[in-house]
């Protein structure tokens, strides 16, 4: 046992437990270790580098649109990087993530998708608009989420770290959100306005550290401003049954889903309740 955690299992404080229950997110110190880091971080920099082969819009700019030039990407992001390079399933990342989701959410949780973003040097427009991730998502009878955010660098106020509006999670509706540009054919990001009475908590978090957060906070991040990068590894877990219902109405994170799946399941009304 060292630290926080005891081989595949991380241990989450009470206080940790409340404040992702009250506030919608938590953040939990020591996740990972430097060494584990800088080991995820050799395959990690292999996907950004395009050395491992990642299908169609699962490689992209979350801060573009689809037609940008790879060169110039401001957010790289890979979605569903286990798909791509089986040989990650079930590394100790994963395996300390699920422990977690257990301890906040309960018994019934599953990995639903993995992500990489990573923000570039120097890009102002690095910026994830406000959003609250139930509006990309179906609506499913079970909502129960917990989406850990793996800081590989350092997070910080000037680099781009995460950013949330606590208790955003216990309104009764959700947000509106639009697509941030042009369409959903043209790139995958939707945004909300903040109001004026939102506080904004910025979290900057060390390597190895992890942001966790629920399914209805509202969160987004600013540019980096800095000479180096933002990375980040996102896994998110829902329950058993949210991930089976997805996958029948043919919805799986991939961007390469089509507007069609999208539309069929209703991403975006502005109607749904709470
Ligand atoms: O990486 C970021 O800045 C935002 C990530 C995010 O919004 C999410 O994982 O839900």
Redesign the pocket.
Known sequence: MSGRTDGDRYLVTDDEREHFTEHGYAHLHGVLSPAEIADLAVTYDRFLHREIEVEGKDYCDMAGDYGRDPEDFS?INVMLPRKYHPEWRGNVYERRAASIAEQLCGPGMTLDYD?L?A?QPHKDDAV?AW?Q?MAYWPDTPDTRTA?L?LAVDDSTLDN?C?RFVPATNHEKRLRPHEPVLGGRGESHALGTDLLEDDAVVPTPISSGDCTV?NERVM???GGNTTAGRRR?Y?L?FRSEETVRIERELGFSHSHNDGADVLDAVGVVDESRPG
């Open positions: 957010i992500q973003l923000k994830f959003h991730d989406t955010w781009g995460m957060h969160h987004g991040s980040a996102v998110a």
